[in-house]
């Protein structure tokens, strides 16, 4: 029988690595923001999926260990002033809001593309089938309650409070990629770890 040292290193595993990392700290991101909007349905929405967020990352480090390997941490730089950001009472939901993502972009192409192919051993492509149905789901969710933060922020005039008009922070939309469908720049990120690790 093979023992970890002799395992075969799946080319998927820095894939892996990356989701269970980025979810992890998503799920921490979400319940930050949770704990100190005002708007108690954004709240409600907001921990559904950090909760969801929070399992992914742990279900993808038992993959890992199930596969013989062991999850790699990675110190992001800009997590503490990110978290600052989310946790600050002070900040407006609005302005935690990210960009609209663009209609019809498929953030899991790269990865549906991988399954079809047969590159992921079978229960790693049941995961990841698993984890892109919630993933779509958590995001439908996040942009209907982004819109009704939108919309209560609208003046009678119609225009957009300043908060809105200014638009979100480079941190935000950088966190909220993550966390969202939005998962273009984090491929990128994993299609480097992917190819490192072969």
């Known amino acids: 029988m093979a023992t970890p040292t002799t395992l075969e290193k799946p080319g998927y595993l820095g894939l892996l690595n990356a989701i269970s990392l980025a979810e992890s700290a998503a799920g921490v991101y979400l319940e930050a923001w949770a704990n100190v909007t005002p708007n108690a349905d954004l709240a409600c929405t907001l921990r559904l999926v950090a909760a969801r967020e929070r399992s992914h990352g742990d279900v993808f480090c038992r993959r890992i260990s199930e596969l013989g390997f ?43 593309r991988r399954i079809s192919e047969g590159e992921f051993d079978p229960m790693t492509a049941n995961l990841m089938n698993w984890y892109i149905a ?51 720049r984090l491929e990128k990120a994993m299609e480097k770890l992917v190819k ?3």
């Open 196 to 198: 490192a690790s072969k």
């Open 70 to 112: 062991s999850l790699k941490s990675k110190a992001n730089p800009r997590d503490a002033e990110q978290l600052a950001k989310l946790a600050n009472p002070n900040i407006s939901d609005l302005e935690k809001i990210p960009a609209a993502r663009e209609e019809g972009a498929d953030p899991f192409g790269e990865i549906r």
């Open 134 to 184: 919630e993933e779509k789901d958590s995001g439908r969710r996040l942009r209907d309650a982004y819109d009704c933060v939108r919309d209560m922020g609208r003046k009678p005039s119609g225009k957009m409070s300043q908060a809105s008009n200014d638009g979100p922070s480079a941190d935000a939309e950088a966190m909220m990629a993550c966390m969202t469908a939005g998962f273009a």
